[in-house]
C-alpha cells in the first residue's frame, strides 16, 4: 500500500517505477565497485613511498622480448609492483574483440607515471575474468611513433586501455565492464587527460554479438581410428613418431605440428595399457585455414588405419563414410567463410584471443 502511494505521488506506471529502481541499483553497485577502486589505489600508494630512483632502478618485465625493439607488443599484466610486470603472451589491442579507451595527452608524459597510477590497479587481474591491457603511443625523440608497451623511460601522447568483449567463458558481464571504465575514467581525471570511451551499452551489446558468432564457430573435429586387435603402447609410441607425431609434456597426448604450431592433437593415452582406438582432434579457429589441416588430420588417420590394421568410424563406431567427408568439407568452407566475414580468421592471433 506504501508503495502504491508512492507511485501515485510521482505519477509513475508499474513499468516506470520497476525501471527505476533497476536504474538505482545500478548506480549503486558503481559507487560500490568506484569505493573499492580508490582503496585500492590509496592502499597502492601507501605502500609506494620509496623513492623514484630505487622504484625504477629496474627495469620492468613485460614478458618475452619486450627489451627488443622488434619483438612486436606483448600484454603488460599490471598483478605485481612495476618491477614484475609480465606477460606470458604476445597480444596487441584489437578493437574487434575489445573495448578500447582512449586517454589523449596535451603534453606528452612519461611511462613511469602512466605506471605509476596504473599500480593502483592491483585488485583487478585477480577480480576480471576477462583479459585486459594497456599501450602508448611514442611520443619519443628519433623513434618512429608507434603503439607499445608501456615502458618507465619513454613518454607517450596517447595511452589506450582495453578490456576483452567476449571468451570461451562466454559475453563480458555489465558490472566488470563498467568497473574497467569507472577506472579509466579516474585515470584520465588523475593524469589530466581527454577521455574518448565508448557508451557501456554498446560495448555490451558487441559483447553479447561476438559471443553469439564465437559460440556459433568454436567447433572442434575429430578422426576415430579403430584397431582390429589392440597395438601395444610401444609399437603405437613408435608409428606415431614415424608419422611425425611428437609427445605432449603430459607424456599422455600426440600432438602434429607445422612450423612449430600445433595443427591437430590426440586424446589422452595410458602409457600402460594397449591401444584400441585413436582420436585425432581439431580446434577449427584456431589453425589458419591454408594450413589444410582437416585433409591433413584426415590424410593421417587413413594412414595410421592401414599401418596399424584398423578402419576409421564416427562417432557412433560406423565406418565413416566418403558423403560424411564431403559435408564436413563443405561445412568447413562455411565456417572459414564466416570467420573471415566477422574479422577474426581462424588462426589469427585475434581468434587465439577469442577462442581460448
Known sequence: MYVEQIMTMLGLSDLQFALAIIGLLILIAVAVLNIKYARARRKAKELSEYSLDDRFGKEPSFGQGFADGDAGR??????EALTTISAPEKFAIDPRIDCVITLRFDEAISGSEILEEINAWTDLEAQSTARWMCEGLNANLYVAEDWEVLHPDSTYSDLQLAIQLASRKGAIGVLELSD????????????GSQIDMPSVSTMLESANE?????????IQLSINVLFDEPCPWGNFDALMRQRGFKLSRNGRQYEYLSK?????????????KSVTQVTLLLEVPLVPQEERAFERMLSEGVEIAQAAHGRLVDDNGINLSEAAVISIRQHLDVLYA??????VPAGSSTASRLFS
Open 180 to 191: 574497467f571504465c569507472s577506472r579509466a575514467q579516474a585515470l584520465a581525471e588523475t593524469l
Open 260 to 272: 612449430g604450431v600445433v595443427l591437430f592433437s590426440s586424446t589422452d593415452f595410458d602409457p600402460n
Open 210 to 218: 561476438l559471443d553469439v558468432m564465437a559460440a556459433e564457430s568454436d
Open 338 to 343: 564466416n570467420l573471415e566475414k566477422s574479422g
Open 74 to 79: 606483448t600484454e603488460p599484466s599490471f598483478g
